[in-house]
């Protein structure tokens, strides 16, 4: 149980375009779910907190408007990089916390390698 | 602000041996929460093992246990009878007991399990 999908999986595009990556949580219902980036060899980074049905809060020097984050259900959330250019590519993870109870805060999907020509 | 520093950022150990990787944090809450999390080339994050603060006693799930020094604010994970398959980043963490679930991740230590 627990399982939080994250789409696509690898994603390649062209300077300019922009991405959207979502995150779903399959089995369970989440009110909070968080947006990670990771640089190679690096620790996870959060981006953002979102919560169901309302604005994301993002962390100081993560650009809002850059990165859009939509949380439209207790089992989507959506990151949308917008006109992605060479250095937004990164390795983008999302998680989710589950409603009930739990012995583990995030789980977590399985990340998003996006790659900006 | 809490804070995770993993002072180790590689390790390595002989297969079938014993390793213990070191954590640290800094905090001026009671009551919180330590992990220890794994994350393989694959890259997915894979829980490891979880401490509450208040307990005194040091979780262990199979191989891996935890030394849990509350006072001293450190949080050591220790790996016996290491596999090749443990290979990975391994990712102290911190959360607050009663926060949406936020976690403090340290910078991570890279663990190569040699044969």
């Given at each position: 149980g627990a399982v939080v999908s994250q789409h696509?999986?690898?994603?390649?595009?062209?300077s300019g375009t922009s991405v959207k990556?979502?995150?779903?949580?399959?089995?369970?219902?989440?009110?909070t779910m968080f947006w990670y980036r990771q640089f190679p060899k690096q620790s996870l980074m959060l981006m953002a907190t979102s919560n169901e049905g309302s604005k994301a809060t993002y962390e100081q020097g993560v650009e809002?408007?850059?990165f859009l984050i939509n949380h439209a259900s207790l089992t989507l959330s959506t990151l949308t990089v917008t006109s992605a250019h060479p250095e937004d590519s990164s390795f983008y993870i999302c998680s989710a916390r589950s409603l009930g109870n739990s012995n583990q805060p995030q789980h977590f999907g399985d990340g998003t390698r996006l790659s900006i020509l | 602000a809490q804070t995770v520093t993993q002072s180790q950022p590689e390790m390595s150990v002989?297969?079938?041996?014993?390793v213990t990787l070191s954590c640290t944090y800094d905090t001026s809450e009671s009551n919180y929460y330590l992990f220890w999390y794994k994350q393989p080339p694959s890259r997915q994050m894979i829980l490891v093992i979880r401490q509450e603060a208040y307990k005194q006693q040091n979780a262990t799930?199979?191989?891996?246990?935890?030394?849990?020094q509350k006072a001293a604010k450190s949080f050591s994970l220790k790996i016996s009878d290491s596999q090749l398959g443990d290979t990975a980043m391994y990712f102290c963490a911190f959360m607050k007991q009663g926060s949406q679930g936020n976690l403090i991740f340290g910078k991570g230590t890279k663990l190569s399990v040699k044969p």
């Open positions: 696509p999986s690898w994603v390649i595009c062209k990556i979502e995150c779903r949580s399959l089995d369970f219902q989440a009110t809002k408007d850059k | 002989q297969e079938a041996e014993t799930e199979n191989r891996f246990s935890v030394n849990f």
